[in-house]
């Protein structure tokens, strides 16, 4: 048996798949064990919401999903194609760095502060990946973006520097610049938690309509409202470990481990 999964040819689509699959993730940062043994799988379509405390590795798994953090040992899958995967020697190697690069890209990315181009335009913000990435013109990629403003409820602001925009504005051209890649998995990380509540309605909505449409998220929020009625499935993340993943009616009607219960006593 080889010691490492194989990876799949370049654009090899396994048929049934998960599109994302994490099994036993381990990541340290220095003696700091911060992930202990994650393990995840998601299906088409499937919005799986992560709630926990401060400082419990939410962000750390998401960031090592999509290869802004490395792990140090567990398998990374992505729509069937291996990133990240462990010998039984217990040596973690990733995909070559274009390979990995490659397949990172079928996920697009939003976080809790935007991370917009402050220097660029709404319209430039959204096309400037698909030309530096996918080289296309800026006359092939405009229209796309129109409709991907439209899409989020901004035609207006095509023009306008993100300075100008409100925070639930910014987080929305953040959601449409992500899309202009065509991912097919979005990742959220805590999209609503720098927003002053009246603007986090529009953001969610938008993310809803996404759903809607059977896009696949992970997403890390504090809304609880959001994870019970979107998520098909809510995971609880304490200290580093995945402590318990339930469909959302149930994790909310019947949370399993006492840690859930007491975190949810605390939110609700
Ligand atoms: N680059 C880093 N270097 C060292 N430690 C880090 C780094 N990034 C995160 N950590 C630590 O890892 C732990 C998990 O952090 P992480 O940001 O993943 O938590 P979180 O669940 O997203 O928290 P929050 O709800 O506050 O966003 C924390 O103890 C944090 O201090
Ligand atoms: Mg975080």
Avoid: W
């Amino acid at each position: 048996m080889p010691a490492t999964t194989p990876d799949r040819s370049p654009g090899a689509v396994t048929d049934g798949a998960p599109m994302i699959d994490a099994q036993g993730i381990h990541k340290r940062f220095g003696s700091l064990h911060v992930l202990k043994n994650v393990s995840l799988r998601l299906d088409p379509g499937e919005v799986v919401a992560i709630i926990g405390p401060s400082g419990s590795g939410k962000s750390t798994f998401l960031r090592c999903l999509n290869y802004l953090e490395t792990i140090d040992q567990g398998r990374i899958a992505i729509e069937g194609e291996t990133l990240a995967s462990t010998s039984a020697q217990g040596q973690c190697s990733y995909a070559p760095e274009r390979e990995a690069r490659r397949i990172c890209r079928k996920m697009g990315m939003v976080f809790q502060h935007f991370n917009l181009f402050p220097h660029l335009s709404v319209l430039q913000n959204i096309i400037e990946a698909p030309m530096v990435v996918k080289g296309l013109t800026a006359a092939e990629i405009t229209p796309k973006a129109e409709a991907l403003l439209a899409k989020v409820g901004l035609s207006d602001k095509a023009g306008s520097y993100p300075a100008r925009l409100s925070g639930g504005q910014k987080q929305r051209v953040a959601i449409a610049r992500a899309l202009a890649m065509e991912p097919d998995i979005m990742l959220f990380d805590e999209p609503t938690s720098a927003l002053d509540p009246e603007l986090t309605g529009e953001v969610l909505r938008t993310m809803r309509q996404l759903a809607d449409e059977r896009m696949t998220m992970l997403v890390v929020t504090h809304e609880m409202g959001f994870a019970r009625e979107v998520a098909s499935k809510v995971v609880f993340m304490d200290q580093g470990e995945l402590i318990e993943a339930q469909p959302a009616r149930e994790f909310f009607a019947h949370p399993q481990h006492a840690r859930t219960r007491a975190f949810l006593e605390h939110m609700l």
